[in-house]
């Protein structure tokens, strides 16, 4: 679902007439006219997308990761989504079925093993009349771990991302991923 608001042109904009514009005694084709009020119409949708756009690029969502060394060549990822005021996103658990679940992928350096990631911030779980179903929702923060182990290597960087659909009451963005990388080491 998408903001409205972001889609469409207000329904006070109209494409100007460029009539009064020529100078007396000139005359060009009706192409030209509707090619120029093609390209004018152009320009106020794009001039009206770009708060939009601006704000987009003001992500409501922010990932950030730290690597914990523990012993004997073990470790923990922590990979925490800051969720900036009205907007939430789905666990890493939510059901098929319903909205599109947070998604984790780490591209993994040879030597290093990842487990597979928990949820350390439980999701809020509640009916949605939309989906007609139980979604699990983050507000605010979601942290999630994987236990890191070395098995070759005593260091590494690990490159990912989160990819995550931010939504408010009535819209949602769509999906993206928000990258993330950090120095791991065995000790």
Known sequence: MHDA??????????????????????????KLSLTLGLVLAALLVTSNLAPAQAADSRAP????????????????????????????IYSITQPQGGPLPTTISVAVPPGVKIGPFTAQTKPEVHFDNIFEMNVEVHHAKAVWTAPVTFTDTQAAKLTGAVTAQACKVGACLPPRQYPFAVEISAK
């Open 5 to 30: 608001a972001w889609l469409s042109v207000p329904p006070t904009c109209s494409v100007p007439r460029f009539a009064a514009a020529r100078p007396a005694g000139t005359t060009h084709s009706p």
């Open 61 to 88: 969502l922010s990932v950030s990761a730290t690597f914990q060394p523990g012993e004997n060549g073990r470790g923990v990822l922590t990979v925490t989504m800051d969720i900036h005021r009205i907007w939430h």
